[in-house]
């Protein structure tokens, strides 16, 4: 029987990139392989699906019906991919973004799990942009049929031009992904309950007199158009507090803040409102 596998998360958070390194590495095995991406409005912060295939034997079609292994990198993931689980299907999130509101929706239909906190070993170990290859060492750990240094090669082929740019790529993304690996040999469903995190509760909207300015984490990619366009530089990065894609949102000095609206105009995925009296 092939195994079946649907990878779902937020457009920009690399499901693509760790498809095509799983399908190349089970290529490079010897295996029989489809890979069916899902592009779009996904690319602007929607949620992007891939469905993969392995056998041994030809595969005739690439779609399914029900999946052996789900992979969820954000809490809108759950929605799309609740209707291709099955029984036994082990279903492997990130624990570190993942909503329990988000989770208690399926939490009936699961019985095999794995929870890696990928969001924060990247943040704390690596960055942000390596969550990807976290969750890919998780998958690799559950992938008994793909040779395991092959998930290296096709790793380290799919990066090759960004690697070429700036070597030091290289090592953060395998360094991410053995990270992924270390979380599975640490993982044990029988002590570790499946749940995610509470729902954000930091602040978003700041007010003075005439002047409000409010961020919308769930839209934002930190791309810091906000920064750049702000003629008082009034906006700055936080630290703590990260956005849906675990890049760092804009937050405001209100007092400064003259209520142009120049970084709601410019932000290209309407994460800003600013009413001026």
């Known amino acids: 029987m092939p195994r079946k596998i649907i990878l779902a998360g937020e457009g920009g958070q690399g499901i693509q990139t760790v498809a095509k390194i799983i399908a190349l590495a089970a290529i490079k095995s010897g295996k029989n392989v489809t890979f069916l991406p899902s592009f779009g409005v996904e690319q602007r912060g929607g949620v992007s699906i891939v469905f993969l295939q392995i056998s041994d034997k030809p595969i005739l079609y690439p779609r399914f019906a029900k999946a052996n292994i789900l992979v969820a990198f954000s809490s809108r993931a759950i929605s799309p991919l609740k209707k291709f689980l099955e ?4 279903f492997i999130y990130d624990n570190s973004v993942v909503e329990n509101k988000f ?6 239909q699961i019985k ?3 929870a890696i906190p990928a969001q924060k070993i990247g943040r704390e170990r690596f960055t942000t942009k390596v969550v990807n290859m976290v969750m890919l060492g998780g998958m690799a750990a559950n992938l008994k049929e793909i040779n395991f240094q092959e998930f290296e090669n ?37 002590t570790q309950p499946l ?3 509470a729902p954000a509760s930091f602040k978003c909207f700041f007010e003075k007199e005439n002047l409000s300015w409010e961020r ?37 000095e209100i007092e400064k803040c003259l209520g142009c609206k120049q970084c709601m105009e410019i932000c290209p995925e309407g994460a800003i409102r600013v009413e001026k009296q």
């Open 216 to 252: 919308f984490p769930e839209y934002c990619k930190g791309c810091g158009l906000c920064l750049l366009k702000c003629p008082v530089k009034c906006l700055s990065f936080e630290k703590e507090n990260v956005g849906f894609l675990g890049m760092p949102l804009p937050t405001v």
């Open 87 to 90: 029984e036994n299907s082990l």
């Open 154 to 190: 096709a790793l380290l082929e799919e990066l090759a031009e960004k690697i070429k740019e700036k070597p030091e790529i290289k090592d953060l993304n395998l360094g991410a992904f053995k990270a992924g690996l270390e979380e599975v040999e640490k993982f044990d469903q029988e």
């Open 195 to 197: 749940e995610g995190v």
């Open 112 to 114: 095999n799990y794995l």
């Open 103 to 108: 989770l208690e929706k399926i939490k009936g």
